[in-house]
């Protein structure tokens, strides 16, 4: 089942739309002074050994919240190739088309429900700390 013409517009303004707001939340996070955070906690009462160590933890909280949405920015550019391509909303693990509402809901969707709870029963363990 290919998307008709009009679900295939509302994937593609979805597309767009969490892209530009993709776009704004990294000039937001990179146009913060880096050291924004340290001097907040310096202007508070001095820098101690345990500010600075708040203030390195913000840093890393920002930096990955940037590589996040880098990471989803790129999926994006990865469904409208697939919609140029004409082979966008194919499941890519078992090859059947992926429903319409799941796109709308996640316009960047890779695999089919079924498939998509496979993986993560079968790759919950990859991510998660052990002991």
Partial sequence: MALSAEHQKQIQLALKSR????????RQELGKDGEQHFA?????????????????????????????????????????KQIREGVYGVCGDCGEDIRFER??????????VNCQ???EKTHTSENTPSM
């Fill in 19 to 26: 892209y530009q707001q993709l776009i704004d939340e990294v």
């Fill in 40 to 80: 907040d906690f310096a202007e508070a009462g001095g820098s101690d050994q345990g500010d600075e160590s708040v203030a390195d933890a913000l840093a890393d909280i920002a930096a990955a919240r940037v590589d996040r949405q880098v990471n989803e920015m790129r999926a994006i550019e990865s469904a409208r």
């Fill in 103 to 112: 796109l709308l809901a996640c316009p960047t969707a890779i695999r089919c």
């Fill in 117 to 119: 709870q496979t993986y």
